[in-house]
């Protein structure tokens, strides 16, 4: 039987036990006031037996008409005792004691009026005197006698009614104790019981606890997972619950978002309002709106602004789900930050165009001297025919030029391909040492444009292809050199500043400057803003090629034509 | 579990302390049954013993009666003092004639009383009507017996004296012949004769009572050094008269039927005389005052040498009523 059973049990049999206890001891308690009053009764009684018998006596002393008086008073007070006896005893043994006091007592007052009649009848006896005394003497015997009996009965019926009352109070006593008795059994076993119930639940807590305790470090565990899933995988989820217009949100979702995940999941407005790139909030409440209305799958690639100001793209995709009678209930979905990709995305399509271009220029700067070729070719051969030998030299050697042109751009072009495709293996750069080796090689072409290159101390020490580096430093010093124009005191700074987190090299010049709507045309292909300048314009685009292969960028500053400009780039450090 | 299964085997220890009723008895039957004679009667007022010997209550008691059966208590009591019973069932009177011969007997205790046992019945064709009209008339009587006393008894009630009567002097088992046969006016016994002559007798017979001047008692008795030297015999037989008591207040159709057939009454006359008579074993201050009643009666009547009272409380052994049933026992010493 199980424990709860048994308690259940106990209790029942221990209520009901008390019940018919109490009850007993409620039946004792009436039935005790009741032979209390059975026990004064009897005692009334036996005070009435002996006063009569006092009353008896004195008679038989004295002869006084006054006191037979009282004892037929007496005798009726006995009569009216047993009378109220009779209706309050119940028991047989009393009744019949009582029946027998009646008798008894009818008896000695027949007796005792015959002893009066016979004392009366002495007073004027004759002759017969002897024989009334006789029977004086009989009669007198007969009734001690029957008074003997009375006194007997009446101790009898008092007897009983005291062993009654005494009886009672044992049973009573007997039946508290029982109860008490009781009460501790059932105690004791309730406490056994309770223990044992208690030991059980104990138990069975712990191992629940300990079950639970793996469930939630499985469950932390599976949640870390998909956080760091998450993470990993730039993802968040989320619930948006239709009839609140309220969203639950993933950790990795907060993380999209820029926002502190202790934090409560913003409702479909606040997000709207705060957390949507203002371009894409009619574009996603619209989309929104009627995958709602039509019950089907939302997705929409979205711009979001976090905290920060920095903005990201995210791809949402979220699954209806409806209640059993086919209402809609909300959404579940993802956010995947996207925001690389789209960056790749930009790139390539920055690269196809760069591709175009580069193919266009190609072809068009390859064209020029191949026309050059073709026009200086017929010419020669119009000059032989007519034998003009001299033009037809000075023709040959124009035609010269022009396939030295094209030797140079292609050479140029297959340095540029070479610098996007092959790297050195990249190691640590002592900038100052590079740069100096730069400028030792420069110094004829310093020296001869009458340029103050100065190099700050302590450049850092930088992670990559030291030929490739030198060759970009070489050619933004050239270029500068280049495009000094008409500078009387041109001076070149190479040095380091430092961007946030960020160390930005620089080369910088006081020389013609860039007008700022040129700044991404200087670093084109075969792009120069001075046509008469030398040089085939692959110079910058190489540079650009370089510092992207290593990771960093390059950009060039100056507040317009005539005030110096720039060129700046970073690495990894 | 350990803990509630001790709790039970303490309260079957504590229930098992109380040894059965049943083991005593049967411890008891098994010693060897002691043999006693008893004298006692056929009358109504050895109802107990008829009981007694009937239920068994003697051999559960372990004592094997012998019976010497008589036809009243007189001749029970001659025969313990004959030495041929060890105990005898009589009236008081004839217990009160040998005291006061000398004889050492002692009460044992009461096992009856009556004051509607004795009484005289009369032919009305003797011109007997009325109790005054015994005057005269030939009385039939018992001598040394409880007839005897109650004669002289009722004869004073009557303003009479036995010199006003011819009494005759008979055991009791002739008188139903004597006065059947008119050798008698009346004869003055008890029952069953009583109501046995007064039935034979029809309408030609009368009875007279006077419950008020004569109370009869009916004693167990032996003799003093017999008690003194078996009082757990005493017991025993004390014992059996009690459970006879028990059982005559509990069955009394099935007692009557006992007596009935043990006195080889008819079971009718056992009937109408059973109210007459209380069966109970006691000793009690009733048997002292009658017996000291009659002895003045015997004394003043010159049937009897002695002229002092006897102290009849010696003549009482109280100890065995006591042990046995101390509440029965309503003298004190």
Redesign the interface.
């Known amino acids: 039987m199980r424990v709860p059973t048994k308690l259940k049990s106990i209790s029942y049999i221990l209520v009901t036990a008390i019940i018919l206890l109490l009850s007993t001891i409620f039946w004792l308690l009436i039935i005790s006031r009741s032979a209390n009053s059975d026990l004064k009764l009897a005692d009334e009684i036996q005070a009435n037996f002996l006063e009569r018998t006092s009353l008896r006596d004195r008679y038989f002393l004295y002869h006084e008409e006054f006191i037979r008086i009282q004892w037929e008073k007496s005798k009726q007070l006995s009569d009216s005792l047993l009378r109220q006896a009779r209706l309050q005893l119940r028991d047989k043994k009393s009744l019949e004691n009582i029946d027998a006091l009646v008798r008894n007592i009818d008896d000695t007052a027949a007796i005792f009026n015959r002893i009066v009649a016979n004392s009366n009848a002495l007073k004027s006896a004759g002759g017969n005197r002897e024989i009334l005394e006789e029977l004086d003497k009989r009669l007198s015997s007969q009734l001690l006698l029957k008074a003997t009996l009375i006194r007997d009965t009446t101790f009898l019926l008092k007897n009983s009614a005291l062993k009654s009352v005494q009886q009672r109070y044992r049973q009573l006593t007997v039946t508290i104790l029982l109860l008490a008795f009781s009460l501790s059994i059932g105690i004791i076993l309730w406490n056994i019981l309770l223990k044992q119930q208690v030991q059980s639940k104990t138990i069975h807590l712990e191992n629940e606890m300990a079950e639970r305790k793996l469930v939630n470090e499985e469950l932390k565990k599976m949640k870390n997972m998909l956080s760091d899933g998450e993470m990993i995988s730039h993802m968040g989820t989320f619930e948006y619950v239709a009839d609140t217009r309220t969203t639950f949100w993933s950790e990795g979702e907060y993380c999209i978002y820029g926002l502190d995940p202790e934090g409560t999941s913003p409702t479909y407005n606040d997000m709207l309002a705060k957390c949507i790139h203002p371009d894409d909030v009619a574009l996603l409440h619209q989309t929104f709106t009627v995958a709602i209305q039509s019950g089907s799958v939302y997705e929409l690639e979205h711009r979001i602004v976090r905290p920060d100001g920095s903005v990201r793209w995210v791809l949402d995709r979220a699954k209806p789900y409806f209640d059993q009678n086919s209402k809609l209930v909300g959404y579940i979905g993802s956010t995947l930050d996207i925001t690389e990709s789209k960056r790749i995305e930009q790139e390539l399509q920055a690269k196809n165009t760069e591709m175009e271009r580069f193919a266009y220029t190609v072809s068009h700067d390859l064209k020029s001297p191949l026309i050059t070729i073709q026009s200086y070719a017929g010419m020669i051969n119009k000059d032989l025919e007519k034998g003009k030998y001299e033009r037809a030299q000075d023709d040959m050697k124009r035609i010269e030029g022009a396939a030295d042109k094209m030797t140079s751009l292609l050479n140029d072009l297959l340095e540029l391909s070479r610098a996007g495709r092959q790297m050195g293996e990249p190691s640590l750069i002592d900038m100052n040492r590079l740069i100096g080796d730069v400028l030792v090689q420069l110094t004829g072409v310093i020296e001869q444009s009458l340029v103050e290159v100065v190099l700050q101390p302590d450049l850092p020490t930088v992670l990559g292809d030291q030929k490739r580096i030198a060759q970009v430093v070489q050619n933004l010093i050239e270029n500068a050199i280049k495009y000094r124009g008409d500078q009387a005191a041109p001076r070149i700074e190479i040095g380091t500043r430092q961007e946030g987190t960020e160390c930005v090299f620089f080369v910088s010049d006081n020389c013609k400057g860039i007008d700022p709507r040129h700044f991404e045309k200087v670093f084109g292909l075969f792009n120069k803003l001075d046509a008469k300048s030398e040089g085939t314009g692959v110079g910058l685009a190489l540079v650009k090629r370089i510092i992207e292969v290593h990771g960093g960028r390059v950009w060039v500053e100056s507040d317009g034509e005539g005030m110096g400009s720039c060129f700046c780039f970073t690495m990894e450090l | ?1 350990r ?2 299964t001790l ?1 039970l085997l303490l ?1 079957a220890a504590l229930s098992g302390c109380n040894k059965s009723p049943s083991q005593d008895a049967g411890q008891r039957s098994t010693t060897p049954l002691q043999k006693i004679t008893f004298a006692y009667t056929v009358q109504p007022q050895g109802t107990l013993v008829h009981v007694a010997v009937a239920k068994g209550y003697f051999i559960e008691e372990g004592l094997d009666i012998q019976s010497s059966i008589h036809t009243f208590g007189k001749a029970a009591l001659q025969t313990l003092l004959d030495q041929k019973a060890d105990f005898a069932v009589v009236a008081e009177t004839p217990f009160m004639f040998n005291v006061l011969k000398g004889e050492k007997i002692c009460v044992i205790a009461n096992i009856e009383a009556s ?1 509607m046992n004795n009484a005289i019945v009369a032919r009305k064709d003797e011109d007997i009507s009325a109790a005054g009209d015994l005057k005269g008339k030939r009385i039939g009587f018992t001598p040394g017996t409880t007839s005897e006393f109650f004669l002289d ?1 009722i004869l ?2 009557l ?3 036995r010199q006003a009567i011819k009494p005759v002097a008979m055991k009791p088992e002739e008188m139903q012949d004597a006065i059947i046969g008119k050798k008698v006016d009346a004869v003055c016994t008890w029952n069953f004769p009583l109501t046995q002559i007064k039935r034979q007798l029809g309408v030609d017979g009368v009875l007279f009572y006077d ?5 009869e008692t009916f004693n167990i008795v032996s003799k003093q050094d017999f008690v003194q030297q078996n009082p757990e015999t005493v017991k025993r037989l004390l014992r059996a008269m009690i459970k006879a008591e028990n059982f005559v207040a509990q069955h009394p159709d099935e007692a009557q039927s006992i007596v009935s057939k043990t006195t080889k009454t008819d079971q009718d006359i056992v009937r109408e005389v059973w109210n007459a008579f209380a069966y109970r074993v006691v000793l ?3 048997i002292i ?2 017996l ?2 009659e002895t ?1 009666w015997a004394i ?1 009547n010159k049937l009897t040498d002695r002229t002092v009272m006897p102290d009849y409380l010696t003549y009482i052994y109280l100890d065995g009523l006591r042990a046995v049933k101390p ?1 029965a026992v ?1 003298i004190g010493r």
């Open positions: 579990m803990k509630i709790v309260i004051n008894s004073t009630s303003g009479l004296t419950p008020e001047i004569y109370t009690d201050r009733r005052i009658t000291e009643d003045r003043k509440e309503k």
